[in-house]
């Protein structure tokens, strides 16, 4: 049984940082896509980044580029989210999620597996 826990959200300042991490069990995830998503209040689910756990390749929204950082760490099945910069407007419940591995990447249907979400405040 697939299982993804995130941790390591909380409230923080604008302009600090956070990491977000995803611990994965239940599959062969070296032929899958790990990505993380957010949602605020009153938002639809909307992609952040994705990282193809075969090669690294790494794939990121436009409104995180150069601020987050997706990473993997395949000794402990773990992936990453290093937020850097932040900004009130990514104030959002955070989830990482899983896929067969495929071109397509930042559409929520797409994935199979989902964690439970971990809260990430951002204050002005």
Same mark, same amino acid.
């Given at each position: 049984?697939?299982?993804?826990? #995130?941790?390591?959200? /909380?409230?923080?300042q604008? /302009?600090?940082?956070?990491? +977000? %991490? ?14 993380? @998503? ?5 938002? #639809?689910? #909307? @992609? ?6 075969s090669?690294g ?7 995180v580029?150069?601020? @987050? ?8 099945n773990t992936?990453? +989210?290093q937020m850097?910069? +932040?900004?009130? #407007?990514? !104030?959002? &419940?955070?989830?990482?999620? !899983?896929?067969?591995?495929? +071109? ?5 249907n797409?994935y199979?597996?989902?964690?439970q979400?971990?809260? &990430?405040t &951002? %204050? %002005?």
């Amino acid at each position: 049984q697939v299982q993804l826990v #995130e941790s390591g959200g /909380g409230l923080v300042q604008a /302009g600090g940082s956070l990491r +977000l %991490s995803c611990a994965a069990s239940g599959r062969t995830f070296s032929r899958y896509t790990m990505g993380w @998503f957010r949602q605020a209040p009153g938002k #639809e689910r #909307e @992609f952040v980044a994705a990282i193809f756990w075969s090669d690294g390749s790494t794939y990121y929204a436009d409104s995180v580029k150069g601020r @987050f950082t997706i990473s993997r760490d395949n000794a402990k099945n773990t992936v990453y +989210l290093q937020m850097n910069s +932040l900004k009130t #407007e990514d !104030t959002a &419940v955070y989830y990482c999620a !899983t896929k067969p591995y495929g +071109l397509r990447y930042t559409a929520p249907n797409d994935y199979d597996y989902w964690g439970q979400g971990t809260q &990430v405040t &951002v %204050s %002005s």
